[in-house]
């Protein structure tokens, strides 16, 4: 079976996986996140500088504990967009240093793909379709799969304004907790009640688009109650509130798409899959609706190496050509199929 090096550095995780035939093979993870705490918020050119440090010692990392070498590689997959450009030339640029010297081919791969094939590892080959929930700190969509190697991704809505990540990471700021907001919130929601402020569910009005998303009017809510506030902040009551609000909007959202589209499996990941009260009520939900969830372990929701490597995995088993060498980094690349598109290498 092919052995698929892959890597991902589009924001500020250094990530190296190695997978063959949707095994997990082995590992490797390096995080800028303690440069960037003190600005709020991921610094591109400090992520860049950060890949550049600690792209090779991850490669040698995730092959140690792999038990593999460089000439067991046989494909080398590295995101290539979207995200930070200057963070995705660093891994790119690797990646196709080592797809060169190794004599293999190159798939330059789109990085939500990633998070939707991470999920083979967990739980095995996807259904012919689903429905996936994409939420991460840049993204938010809700998609239809096919074959995720060969299939067009089809949008049945997206976020009109901020990503769900990104109203983790707001809303955090405003409370006073630590960069990144997600994993603050959900920690402090723990000691919260999710009822003591009703905060508003955007876009769940009749009328409105019943796959689209909005968190920035949800996020000025927060902001607008914490304003209006006298003494100290409840800030437990305020994180599972506006936690309780989220997880509402998008699991009824992810669940009335598979049931208009006839799906009976919802693939939940990105980042915000990581959140514990997004899982337990999108659970709760599809269980009810006789629905199929798969959601990755937490680890793997966030950014990692081996969702690019499930990706390469899925595309070299299923024979589609790799990318051309002078492909180029694609910075806002909209998520329409698992490769790059005008990345195919001719002939
Ligand atoms: O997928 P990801 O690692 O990176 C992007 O592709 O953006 O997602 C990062 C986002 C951040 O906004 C972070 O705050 C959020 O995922 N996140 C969480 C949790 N863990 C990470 N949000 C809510 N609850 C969590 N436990
Ligand atoms: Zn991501």
């Avoid at 914490?226 to 437990?236: K, Q, S």
């Amino acid at each position: 079976m092919p052995v698929v090096l892959g890597i991902e550095t589009s924001c500020d995780e250094t990530g190296v996986g190695i997978v063959a035939d949707g095994v997990l093979l082995g590992d490797a993870l390096a995080t800028s996140m303690d440069e960037h705490a003190r600005f709020g918020g991921v610094v591109p050119e400090i992520a860049a500088r950060a890949h550049l440090h600690a792209i090779t010692p991850m490669v040698r990392h995730a092959l140690d504990r792999a038990g593999l070498g460089f000439a067991d590689i046989d494909a080398v997959a590295a995101t290539a967009g979207p995200g930070l450009a200057t963070a995705v030339q660093v891994g790119l640029a690797a990646g196709k240093a080592y797809a060169l010297t190794l004599g293999v081919p190159l798939y330059g791969v789109h990085h939500l793909a990633g998070h939707a094939a991470v999920d083979v590892l967990d739980h095995g080959p996807l259904p012919a379709r689903s429905v996936a929930l994409i939420v991460s700190g840049g993204h938010t969509s809700l998609l239809l799969l096919g074959d995720l190697a060969r299939d067009p991704v089809v949008h049945l809505g997206d976020t009109a304004d901020d990503a769900a990540g990104e109203a983790f990471d707001k809303v955090a700021r405003l409370l006073g907790l630590p960069y990144p907001g997600g994993p603050a919130i959900d920690a402090a929601a723990r000691h919260g009640d999710p009822t003591a402020i009703a905060f508003p569910r955007p876009m769940t009005a009749p009328g409105d688009l019943p796959y689209r998303f909005s968190f920035s009017g949800l996020k000025t809510a927060v902001a607008r109650w914490t304003e209006r506030h006298h003494g100290p902040l409840p800030v437990a009551d305020i994180a599972a509130s506006f936690q309780e609000a989220v997880a509402d909007t998008l699991t009824r959202k992810a669940v009335a798409a598979c049931r208009g589209h006839d799906i009976d499996t919802l693939l939940l990941v990105g980042g915000v899959a990581a959140n514990s009260r997004v899982r337990a009520l999108a659970q709760q939900r599809c269980h009810a609706a006789g629905i199929t969830l798969r959601v990755p372990a937490p680890r793997l929701c966030t950014d990692n190496g081996a969702m690019i490597a499930a990706v390469g995995d899925l595309l070299v088993r299923a024979g589609v050509g790799p990318s051309a060498l002078t492909l180029g980094a694609d910075p806002n690349a909209v998520l329409t199929r698992a490769t790059i598109p005008g990345a195919a290498l001719q002939g």
